[in-house]
């Protein structure tokens, strides 16, 4: 073995009290036996890193090629785990687009304000599944949900995701006139219902490529 090159004699992993192990092994790229270059150690080890820190499953991330010889190197990857708890507050206005926001905002038009929060759970059982649901009040109200479910087979990087959410409106755009948006309102109860629902697989070829397929369903009820 040159001189130049390093082994991977053995990865051991720190900090992942509840992540699996093979939940970050898969996401790297070097395994135990694996030889590099001292040249490109640094950029390996940075690339890694970065790939398990792409999990969003971990606050922080450290990958330390250890020295047990001229030749054979341990690999340590140290993780701190993120809370298993999240949450992002909703706040919007809904129109079609952005000029349209920008003409409420200058109008001082706030009648189509949103907001609410959403919950993620993280990790859930150490195989990083993510599930989120969203609570959305004021002109528009939404209920929304989607569970993400990576590796389902461990070893083939295939990935299930499913969703669902239901949204009414009070009014719904009729046309325009002189460049504004016009809305017909109804009092008596929601005038725009929709229901949605997905579901989904894809399979991770490499970090760059994947084959995905979906299914929707999305229907639309109107008041008369």
């Known amino acids: 073995m040159s001189a130049q ?50 999990l969003n499953i971990f606050k922080e991330v450290e990958l330390l090629a250890v020295p047990m010889d001229s030749v054979r190197h341990s690999l340590y990857v140290i993780v701190k785990e993120r809370g298993p708890i999240g949450g992002t507050v909703i706040l919007g206005i809904e129109e079609r687009n952005s000029y349209d926001v920008l003409a409420a905002l200058s109008r001082t038009d706030f009648h189509r304000l949103v907001f609410g929060e959403r919950t993620i ?75 949605q629902g997905s579901a989904g697989g894809r399979k991770r070829l490499d970090v760059f490529r994947s084959v995905e397929a979906l299914l929707s369903y999305d229907a639309y009820f109107l008041s008369d």
């Open 5 to 54: 090159c390093v082994v991977f004699e053995e990865i051991k992993l720190y900090g992942n009290n509840k992540t699996k192990d093979w939940v970050i092994l898969q996401e790297m790229g070097i395994s135990v036996g694996d030889t590099v270059s001292k040249a490109a150690l640094s950029r390996v080890i940075e690339q890694n890193r970065r790939q398990v820190f792409n």
């Open 121 to 195: 759970l993280r990790n859930i059982t150490g195989r990083n599944e993510w599930l989120y649901w969203d609570f959305q009040w004021g002109f528009s109200r939404r209920v929304r949900t989607r569970l993400f479910v990576p590796s389902v087979f461990r070893s083939s990087k295939v990935d299930l995701e499913f969703g669902a959410s239901y949204t009414y409106q009070p009014e719904i755009i009729i046309g325009t006139s002189y460049g504004q948006v016009q809305w017909e309102f109804i009092s008596s109860g929601p005038l725009q219902q929709r229901w």
